[in-house]
């Protein structure tokens, strides 16, 4: 069965509908007849400060946010990605074969360090999408479920494993994105034309898996929206509701020249309220489950021990085969 992986940061409290519907939803569809591996990256994570208490406790409430939305044991192998160190070991071997322009182009890294400036931003956030390259290369991994966001970190993966394919022999399988159509770029809902990310300035348009239902039905009840009236499907000119259609295609299968008729002549209000009550009744069970799950942190921690186990095993055994393609002497 073909491998997939993928990982998201425990950077906060709580994942968003952005990470819901561009990756996680596809994550739990693909168990039936693929081989999944999902990780959470606190390596990653570490790229931009974290305070030690809030990152352990984000890391267990990602994976349960995980086990919550669905993914499945008994499908599916989990782990928290600093649990296995290959991953740390493969991404210095790929940093050696990548190129300081290339990695100097990637837009989330040129984007992230303008915000911060030349002094805050740290060498582990130029490298990060080398790790990357490293979790998805150290398995045999065939798909990659990814937001619209991560593309171009995948094309960089792809030239890393032809590369080294390319110097070394045939080492690494070339990854394929698999990335939503609908929902492969949810908007904040306060500013439609930037992306729901969980750094936003203002909490109010960045809708959370563990917000309070509440709480969620007043963020898409106060979105904003546009002058008109018509519920269209239209980027430039009606971005908000363009978010809110893409929003409620996700959660409801349904397609958007669909719901465009349902809401024809009916203005934003019900429009709006439909939206709000799709997404509450896909979050609220996540919400809950989590919760339960948080309340044994123990148990968590044993799932993901077992979980770390089986993936050093394949990891590892990448690694010595990267390791002796590479030149380096085996410990005798
Ligand atoms: P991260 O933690 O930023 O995001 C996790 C996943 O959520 C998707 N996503 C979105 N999708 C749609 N709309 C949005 N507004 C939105 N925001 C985030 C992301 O595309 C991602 O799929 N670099 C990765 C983590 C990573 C990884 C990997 C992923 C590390 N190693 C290996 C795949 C394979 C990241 O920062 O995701």
Not at 113 to 139: E, N, R
């Amino acid at each position: 069965r073909p491998v997939v992986f993928s990982g998201m940061q425990p950077s906060s409290d709580s994942l968003h509908l952005g990470n819901y519907l561009g990756a996680l939803v596809n994550w739990v569809a693909l168990q039936d007849d693929h081989d999944p591996i999902y990780c959470v990256v606190d390596l990653h994570a570490i790229t931009v400060p974290q305070e030690p208490g809030a990152l352990r406790e984000a890391t267990r409430r990602t994976a349960a946010q995980y086990l919550a939305a669905g993914v499945d044991l008994d499908r599916s192998t989990l782990f928290v990605q600093s649990q296995v160190p290959a991953h740390a070991e493969l991404a210095w071997v790929l940093g050696t074969l990548t190129g300081f322009g290339e990695a100097s182009r990637m837009t989330q890294f040129k984007d992230k360090s303008a915000k911060q400036g030349t002094d805050a931003t740290t060498v582990g956030l130029f490298t990060y999408p080398v790790l990357m390259a490293s979790d998805i290369l150290l398995y045999d991994t065939q798909l990659v479920p990814v937001g619209d966001d991560q593309r171009q970190h995948l094309e960089l993966t792809r030239d890393l494993a032809g590369r080294f394919n390319s110097r070394f022999g045939e080492t690494f399988v070339v990854p394929e994105a698999l990335i939503p159509k609908e929902s492969a770029r949810i908007y904040d809902l306060q500013e439609p034309t930037a992306k729901m990310s969980k750094s936003a300035q203002s909490e109010a348009g960045l809708v959370k898996v563990m917000d309070d239902p509440a709480v969620t039905a007043k963020k898409f009840r106060s979105a904003v929206t546009d002058t008109g009236r018509e519920v269209r499907y239209d980027l430039r000119e009606k971005p908000g509701i363009s978010n809110l259609l893409d929003i409620l295609a996700a959660t409801t299968g349904r397609s958007i020249p669909e719901l465009e008729a349902e809401y024809d002549g009916r203005g934003y209000g019900d429009f709006k309220k439909d939206v709000a009550d799709a997404v509450v009744e896909r979050l609220a069970p996540i919400r809950t489950r989590t919760l339960e799950l948080l309340e044994d942190p123990a148990e968590l921690d044993r799932l993901l021990a077992i979980g770390a186990e089986r993936a050093s095993e394949r990891a590892e055994r990448m690694l010595r085969t990267v390791y002796d393609r590479v030149g380096f002497v085996r410990r005798g």
